[in-house]
């Protein structure tokens, strides 16, 4: 049975930090992609980050502007999404996904909540 969980969101305030984690079971972890979404009220789920199965290639979307870093450790399973200077406007749930193409598999977490707010 495939299981992905987040773990680590929370309320911080603008300018704060947070780290997100998220293991997977029951995959090859190595074989897959793994990313970070988000979904704020009111609008549609977009990726926030991407990592290669080998790690040694990351993807984030513009609105990121350096102050996320996406990070694995094929040897436990987990993704990290480290935050930093962060705003108002980074508060949504956020969700972890594991893809890989051959053959064609794509899991999703059941997101954790990141609230900024003063």
């Known amino acids: 049975q495939v299981q992905i969980v987040e773990s680590g969101g929370g309320l911080v305030q603008p300018g704060g930090s947070l780290k997100l984690s998220c293991t997977a079971s029951?995959?090859?972890?190595?074989?897959?992609?793994m990313s970070w979404y988000r979904q704020a009220p009111g609008k549609e789920r977009e990726l926030v980050a991407e990592?290669?199965?080998?790690?040694?290639?990351?993807n984030y979307a513009d609105f990121v502007e350096g102050r996320f870093t996406i990070s694995r450790d094929n040897d436990n399973n987990t993704v990290y999404l480290q935050m930093a200077s962060l705003k108002i406007e980074d508060t949504a749930v956020y969700y972890c996904?594991?893809?890989?193409?051959?053959?064609?598999?794509?899991?999703w977490g059941q997101g954790t909540q990141v609230t900024v707010s003063s």
């Open positions: 990592i290669t199965s080998a790690g040694d290639t990351t």
């Open positions: 029951g995959v090859t972890f190595s074989r897959y992609r």
């Open positions: 996904n594991a893809r890989r193409v051959i053959p064609s598999r794509n899991y």
